[in-house]
């Protein structure tokens, strides 16, 4: 079989643009991205966080603007959540920060609802409006608990008791 340079130049290409889409499709996974960091600096305290992960995205109308941080204990040892929003952003006092969940056992994320105050809030400021994550495996252990509590019986309602037929 003969050596054909123009076959070789192909499959050298072919070789090439495989490396450079794993690169990039890498690179994308990995979350890694060339733009600077947003400039608004915000932080939110939870008391239940539910997996939420660092480099999650920060959203406002399904829109992302920003991603977590950093995420730590406060003094009080509640979930401090460090967010890092586009500083083109101006958003009220009053805003309230979410955690919620993309679909049912999806991946959570940080939902803010911008309020109706007139002073905005700067980089470094805390959102004291906040909502804990809602932990599934919690509400369905309340709700087995909730049922079997005190055993079957305690928690049936009694129906109150008729007699139909004769009395004699």
Same mark, same amino acid.
């Given at each position: 079989?003969?050596?054909?340079? +123009?076959?070789?130049? !192909?499959?050298?290409?072919f070789?090439?643009a @495989?490396?450079?889409?794993?690169?990039?499709l =890498?690179? =994308?996974i990995?979350? !890694?991205?060339? %733009?600077q960091?947003?400039g608004?600096?915000?932080?939110a305290?939870?008391?239940?966080i539910?997996? $939420?992960?660092?480099?999650?995205?920060?959203?406002? @109308?399904?829109? %992302?603007?920003?991603?977590?941080?950093?995420?730590?204990?406060d003094?009080n040892?509640r979930?401090?959540?460090?967010?890092?929003?586009?500083?083109?952003?101006?958003?009220?006092?009053?805003?309230?920060?979410?955690?919620?969940?993309s679909?049912?056992?999806?991946?959570?994320?940080?939902? +803010?609802?911008?309020?109706?105050?007139d002073?905005?809030?700067?980089?470094?400021? %805390?959102?004291? !409006?906040?909502?804990?994550?809602?932990? $599934?495996?919690?509400?369905?252990?309340?709700?087995?608990?909730?049922?079997?509590?005190?055993?079957?019986s305690?928690?049936?309602?009694?129906?109150?008791?008729?007699?139909?037929?004769?009395?004699?």
């Amino acid at each position: 079989m003969d050596r054909s340079p +123009l076959r070789d130049f !192909f499959v050298g290409l072919f070789v090439l643009a @495989a490396l450079a889409s794993i690169a990039y499709l =890498s690179i =994308s996974i990995g979350g !890694f991205t060339w %733009r600077q960091h947003g400039g608004l600096e915000l932080s939110a305290g939870f008391d239940e966080i539910g997996g $939420l992960t660092v480099r999650a995205p920060v959203v406002i @109308a399904g829109v %992302r603007v920003g991603e977590i941080s950093d995420i730590s204990l406060d003094s009080n040892y509640r979930a401090l959540v460090q967010m890092d929003l586009d500083s083109a952003l101006k958003l009220p006092t009053d805003t309230s920060a979410s955690i919620v969940t993309s679909g049912v056992l999806g991946d959570r994320y940080v939902e +803010l609802q911008p309020g109706g105050e007139d002073t905005m809030l700067k980089s470094g400021d %805390r959102i004291t !409006f906040t909502e804990s994550a809602v932990i $599934l495996e919690r509400l369905i252990g309340q709700l087995v608990y909730g049922i079997t509590k005190g055993g079957a019986s305690d928690n049936k309602p009694q129906l109150p008791t008729t007699r139909t037929g004769n009395t004699q």
